[in-house]
């Protein structure tokens, strides 16, 4: 059962109200007996694996990994442990709506590889899928739980317990203009497997979708930077797509030249009443100027103050920073996305673009708070490079994450459970906070979490909750988890087909390819 927990019906709290006070003190009692100490697991042998050909009888664990392509660089931000409840009841981290992890494995997949362990980030796998929550009418968020045991735990008295929030969302007919200011990466490196190609054809999908009253400018970037489009009004297609059809590469690249001027741009055609953003497109390498996430964010922080956010889009195999492209949205309170090809392109620049630019909440942080005498332990499944620390859930100087309109996203939590736990016992209460961009105003939603959430069997649990689990359980694979000792990648493989018979979803069919393909199950569509 999923249980729509909270919205902004039940509790808001403006900032006054907020700041004022600390939640209810935790429940102070004895921790729960357990057979063994999750501290003291060792890892297993990590394995090396490559993609065996459908039909094959290798399996993912008996093959070794081909070369991967030269130059990429990921960030490996380790893995969240198992936590005591009674130790440290409060787990806190900022939202992430990124998808960008997924997308780069779809890549790397359809190339003949298996991805590298650190490009995988569990909880932009799972957010890539839709989880199946309804949208509110009016509020900001609704906020939902469900749960259950899955065959995915390394302990088999685990359950997961899903929390999952939903934007409302925005028509595309009534979103507000926008003013983009676009950095196009033109550099020799994006000459290679036709990533500007790419670019300049997701940036003609995205001409077709503005309004008269938007305007969009270009900036274009190899060695020095320059002004390919100044600010155009939407309408005037002939001009922009001109100035697309001009963007070749060459040279190499200044990232930091880029950006600065695409701020500088952004500031001259600035406009209050509209939403302001910067969008970069890019392979990531930057190799002449500041090459590094922290130095360019510190310059433009002043216009991103004022809402000018930057919206960051990932191209390219080999010769590729993930790292750059994804710490330069979190940093600058935006998105980031991976096009691996147009029918991704399209799903950034037509099907989600009002989600893309139109942000519904800012520094968006949650905090879960678990019951000491009912929850013996637990684990974040992901975001390990979104923690927050606990004591600044409510510092509103500490930055969370940004959510668009109609974005969903996803956590997941395996819990053991203490001894005797009925329906009626409380596992959690759940705390939402963020800022409104308009107005802002710091609310604060909370709602609580009770045992009758989750179901007894895996297979009455939620076709979606199924899902969420699945693949955090493919990605945990990927990444070679600690935990991920209970099943092997053939086993994620016949999950995955078997849900995408009951979906029928496109996204899972495709995912179900994809894993069958490293698993060597074969392709049992």
């Known amino acids: 059962m999923i249980k729509k927990l909270i919205s902004l019906t039940m509790v808001v709290l403006l900032i006054a109200a907020c700041s004022s006070g600390d939640s209810s003190p935790p429940l102070d009692l004895e921790p729960a007996d357990r057979d063994r100490d999750r501290s003291t697991e060792e890892r297993r042998e990590p394995v090396s694996p490559t993609i065996a050909s459908s039909g094959d009888d290798q399996t993912f664990e008996e093959v070794t990994r081909p070369h991967p392509p030269a130059d990429f660089e990921f960030r490996d931000y380790g893995e969240n442990p198992f936590t005591r409840a009674d130790e440290d009841n409060l787990s806190t981290f900022a939202i992430d709506v990124d998808t960008g992890s997924y997308t780069v494995m779809r890549q790397w997949v359809a190339s003949g590889l298996v991805p590298p362990p650190e490009s995988v980030r569990p909880e932009e796998y799972v957010n890539f899928f839709d989880p199946g929550y309804a949208s509110p009418d009016s509020e900001t968020f609704a906020v939902y739980a469900d749960g259950g045991p899955t065959p995915w735990t390394d302990q088999l008295e685990d359950v997961v317990l899903r929390i999952g929030i939903k934007g409302r969302e925005l028509a595309e007919q009534t979103r507000p203009d926008v003013a983009l200011s676009f950095v196009v990466d033109v550099s020799g490196s994006m000459e290679e497997d036709g990533r500007l190609e790419l ?4 940036l003609e999908m995205l001409v077709e979708q ?15 930077a320059w002004v390919g489009l100044e600010p155009t009004p939407g ?3 002939g001009t922009i797509l001109a100035a ?5 590469p060459g040279g190499s690249t200044n990232a930091e030249a880029g950006i600065l001027l695409g701020y500088d741009l952004a500031s001259e055609a600035f406009d209050s009443e509209a939403v302001n953003r910067v969008v970069l497109l890019s392979d990531g390498v930057a190799n002449v100027g500041e090459e590094g996430p922290e130095g360019i964010i510190e310059q433009i922080a002043r216009d991103v103050d004022r809402g000018v956010s930057l919206v960051t889009v990932g191209v390219g195999l080999g010769n590729y920073n993930d790292v750059l492209m994804e710490q330069l949205a979190d940093g600058a309170d935006g998105h980031y996305r991976y096009v691996d090809d147009l029918d991704e392109a399209e799903r950034v620049f037509i099907d989600e673009l009002t989600g893309t630019l139109v942000t519904i909440a800012q520094d968006v942080k949650v905090q879960v708070d678990f019951d000491r005498e009912h929850v013996a332990w637990y684990r974040l499944i992901g975001f390990e490079n979104r923690e927050v620390a606990d004591d600044d859930f409510r510092n509103d100087r500490v930055d969370g994450g940004e959510i668009g309109a109609g974005h969903a996203v996803t956590a997941l939590y395996q819990l053991e459970l203490a001894a005797g736990v009925g329906p009626s016992d409380r596992l959690a209460e759940v705390a939402v906070r963020w800022a409104d961009p308009e107005r802002g105003e710091v609310e604060e939603v909370r709602g609580e979490v009770t045992a009758a959430l989750l179901e007894e069997r895996w297979d009455d649990t939620s076709s979606r909750f199924r899902l969420a689990t699945t693949v955090a359980a493919y990605a945990e694979e990927l990444r070679e988890g600690r935990h991920a000792t209970a099943y092997d990648m053939v086993d994620v493989a016949d999950e995955v087909n078997r849900l995408a018979d009951e979906l029928e979803d496109p996204d899972v069919w495709e995912l179900a390819e994809l894993v069958s393909s ?5 392709n049992r569509r």
Do not use: F, P, Q
Request: glycine share 6%.
């Open 518 to 522: 490293i698993a060597g199950a074969g």
């Open 210 to 224: 503005l309004h008269s009253e938007d305007s969009i400018s270009i900036v274009a970037y190899d060695t020095n």
């Open 235 to 237: 309408d005037e297609v």
């Open 244 to 248: 697309i059809d001009e963007l070749s």
């Open 199 to 202: 670019v300049k054809d997701s």
